[in-house]
C-alpha cells in the first residue's frame, strides 16, 4: 500500500488541527450583533422657551446597555451613559415644535431601532418676566420599595407661569415635571439608601425659585440585608466666632455592634476631614466643631459616615444645609 508522503501528511494535519482551533475560538468569542431593545415611554416637555426635557425607560441587552443616544428630528444630539435615563436639551428655539426619539447603544456598538416619537412645542419667550416663582412647600414622599420613590409638594405661583418643576437630590437635578404636576415618580435608587431631595420652581425666563424645604427619604432595604449604617438625625447650627464661624453638628450614631472610631465630614460633596476621637469614642450622640472664615450668608451642604468596627466606612447621612451666620 502506498503511504502518503511525510510533509504532505504534517500539513495536512496542521491545516486541520487550525481549522478545529478557529471554529472552536468562534464559537466561544462570538461576536455580539443583536441590537438592544428600542427605549420605550419616551416624553418630553418644555422647562423653559429655550429648553426641553426627555424621559424614557431602560431598554434591555443581551449582554449589557452602556449608554443611549437621543435624537432631535433625527439628528443625533446627546449621549448619555446607561445609569441616565433622562436628560436635558439646551439650545432650542422658543415657539417652536421638535421631535425626539431615543436610541440604545451596547458595548460591541449595536445600536436599537428609534423609539416612538416624543413631540413638544416649546412656549414664548418672556423677557419682561424677571421676577422667580414663589418656592414649593410642603415636600413630602413615600419609598416604593427598594428602587423607587414618589414626591409631591405644594404647588408655586409665578407673575407669568410656571413650566416645570425640577427635583435635586443633594443639589444635582435627578428629574423635571411639568409645571402643571406636582408629583413625581424616581427609579433606578438604590435599596437601604438615604436620599435628600429638594424642588425648584422654573417659569419660561428659565428663573428658578428657592428650593423647597428638605426631604429626607430611606429606600427598603434588599432582604437578608444588614441594618443600616447611616448616620440618622443631623443637626447643624453656625455662630460668629471672632471673625470666623463655628459650624456645630452632632447626630445619632448607628447600630454597629461595637464602638464607631472615626467619621468622615463631607462638606459640598468633598471629604473635608476624618474625625477621629482623643479618648474613648462617645457613647448615644456624637457631635463636632467645624472653624469657617468665608464670608456671612455662604451657604454649604454637609454629610458624615461612620468607619465601621470592621474598618469599613459606612452610608452616608442624609445631607444638612447650613448658612454662615444664620
Not at 455580539?32 to 428600542?38: E, L, Q, V
Not at 422647562?47 to 449582554?63: G, I, L, Q, R, Y
Request: hydrophobic fraction near 35%; include cysteine; glycine fraction near 10%.
Amino acid at each position: 500500500m502506498q503511504r502518503p508522503h511525510a510533509t504532505a501528511a504534517l500539513a495536512c494535519s496542521a491545516a486541520l488541527l487550525l481549522a478545529a482551533f478557529t471554529t472552536a475560538c468562534g464559537s466561544e468569542a462570538e461576536a455580539d450583533t443583536r441590537k438592544p431593545t428600542a427605549p420605550h415611554g419616551v416624553t418630553a416637555q418644555a422647562s423653559s422657551a429655550t429648553s426641553a426635557h426627555v424621559m424614557w425607560e431602560a431598554a434591555t441587552d443581551d449582554t449589557a446597555v452602556t449608554g443611549y443616544e437621543v435624537y432631535r428630528q433625527g439628528e443625533k444630539v446627546k449621549s448619555v451613559p446607561a445609569a441616565k435615563v433622562m436628560t436635558d436639551i439646551e439650545g432650542l428655539t422658543a415657539s417652536t415644535a421638535y421631535t425626539f426619539t431615543v436610541r440604545a447603544r451596547d458595548a460591541a456598538g449595536n445600536v436599537s431601532a428609534p423609539s416612538t416619537t416624543a413631540a413638544v412645542t416649546t412656549p414664548a419667550p418672556t423677557p419682561a418676566d424677571h421676577e422667580p416663582p414663589t418656592r414649593p412647600v410642603r415636600l413630602r414622599g413615600k419609598a416604593d420599595g427598594g428602587r423607587a420613590a414618589t414626591l409631591s409638594w405644594g404647588g408655586s405661583t409665578d407673575d407669568v407661569g410656571v413650566t416645570a418643576y425640577d427635583i435635586y437630590q443633594e443639589g444635582s437635578r435627578i428629574h423635571s415635571v411639568p409645571g402643571t404636576r406636582t408629583t413625581a415618580r424616581l427609579t433606578g435608587l438604590r435599596p437601604g439608601t438615604v436620599y435628600t431631595f429638594t424642588v425648584r420652581a422654573r417659569d419660561a425666563a428659565d428663573t428658578s425659585s428657592a428650593d423647597s424645604n428638605t426631604f429626607d427619604l430611606t429606600t427598603a432595604s434588599a432582604p437578608g440585608a444588614p441594618a443600616g449604617t447611616a448616620p440618622t438625625d443631623l443637626r447643624i447650627t453656625s455662630s460668629a466666632a471672632g471673625k470666623e464661624y463655628a459650624v456645630d453638628l452632632d447626630w445619632k450614631q448607628p447600630e454597629t455592634g461595637g464602638r464607631i472610631p472615626a467619621y468622615q465630614l463631607y462638606v459640598d460633596g468633598r471629604l473635608t476631614t476624618t474625625i477621629v476621637w482623643g479618648g474613648e469614642p462617645p457613647v448615644g450622640r456624637a457631635s463636632y466643631r467645624l472653624t469657617m472664615s468665608e464670608p456671612r450668608g455662604t451657604r454649604h451642604s454637609m454629610k458624615v459616615r461612620a468607619k465601621l468596627p470592621d474598618g469599613k466606612w459606612g452610608d452616608f447621612s442624609a445631607a444638612r444645609g447650613v448658612v454662615l451666620g444664620d
